[in-house]
């Protein structure tokens, strides 16, 4: 009897995996193509400097408008891009995007300050060694100063091989552009990477800021990551910032900078326009 249900619950776990596998498949095929269809957009998410409230730069994060499913979540479409190798060819297109929209900004609404714009970057993007080369062409085609151009990379870009991940760091911080660690404090050994790999800043990852108000632990390791960045000379971001207490709190323990609902969804490149005028 056990057997017999032992082997129906396998048939059917086999066939739950053969369906994911299946719809990865077909997202992948979907997904190719799907910029020159016109459904990837670039959105912008504000991002704001706690010491004077100010308005200094956004996040460009990859928006893909599925024809039948509407909008798909990059949490989903962004691994079967980077899985299938599709994100060698998205990447480079939104980094181009980004850099176009943040010169064309800067042209419209002339700000004191020139406001910078902040592209994720997968593994397999820097992995591939091309990533210092294309953002060269990028900011020449553009005109955008290599100084207005950060780059977002998570931990797990970094792992491994962090001799050649520093490398072609160093060579991206040669011309001005910056570069961040993304979900800080998510991974292990977050700080074992600071010591390895040179980044100018780090961004706390959202789930910390979730309960900074509450949980007194939260508190105490964003205070402690803050302290830590600030002493390696780094800059700070909060990610996720939902309320104003949480933004009052990030502001009085010396955050640098702060994104997050309470302050911006992401937007469209016009939308996000008007916060300049
Ligand atoms: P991320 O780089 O950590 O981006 C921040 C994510 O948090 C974004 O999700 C943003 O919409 C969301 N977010 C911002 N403020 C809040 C808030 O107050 N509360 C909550 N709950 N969420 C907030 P999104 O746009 O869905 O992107 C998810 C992830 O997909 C990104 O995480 C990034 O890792 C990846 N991604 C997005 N665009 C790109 C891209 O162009 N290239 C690559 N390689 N990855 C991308
Ligand atoms: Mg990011
Ligand atoms: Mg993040
Ligand atoms: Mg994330």
């Known amino acids: 009897q056990a057997k017999v249900a032992g082997k129906n619950c396998y048939r ?3 066939r739950a995996m053969d369906q994911a596998v299946e719809r990865r498949v077909r997202m992948e095929q979907e997904l190719r193509g799907a910029w ?4 990837l957009s670039v ?9 004077d409230n100010r308005l200094v730069g956004a996040e460009a994060l990859l928006r893909w408008h599925h024809p039948e499913q509407g909008m ?3 949490a989903v479409f962004i691994d079967v891009a980077e899985q299938s190798g599709l994100i060698e060819t998205i990447g480079p297109q939104v980094l181009r995007v980004a850099c176009r929209d943040a010169m064309r900004w800067q ?13 994720n970057v997968s593994p397999r993007q820097l992995r591939s060694g091309e990533l ?3 953002v060269e062409a990028c900011l020449r085609e553009t005109g955008l100063p290599a100084s207005q151009l950060h780059v977002e990379l998570t931990e797990t870009a970094v792992i491994g091989d962090e001799l050649h991940a520093s490398t072609l760091l160093s060579r991206l911080r040669s011309i001005g552009v910056k570069v961040w660690l993304d979900d800080f404090g998510t991974g292990f050994s977050g700080l074992s990477h600071l ?3 040179p980044v100018d800043g780090v961004k706390i990852d959202r789930s910390f800021i979730a309960d900074v108000l509450r949980d007194p632990d939260d508190l105490a390791l964003t205070t402690a990551i803050i302290a830590m960045a600030h002493s390696l000379g780094i800059t700070v971001v909060a990610e996720g910032v939902e309320k104003e207490g949480q933004y009052a709190i990030l502001r009085e323990r010396g955050c640098d900078l702060a994104q997050g609902y309470w302050l911006g969804h992401p937007s469209s490149a016009q939308d996000f326009a008007r916060l300049l005028i």
């Open 72 to 74: 798909v979540s990059p």
């Open 36 to 39: 020159e269809r016109g459904e």
């Open 43 to 51: 959105a912008y998410q504000p991002v704001y400097r706690l010491r």
């Open 195 to 197: 010591r390895r790999v």
């Open 107 to 119: 042209n419209e609404f002339p700000t004191v300050e020139p406001l910078f714009v902040s592209v």
């Open 12 to 14: 059917f776990y086999s």
């Open 132 to 134: 210092p080369g294309l």
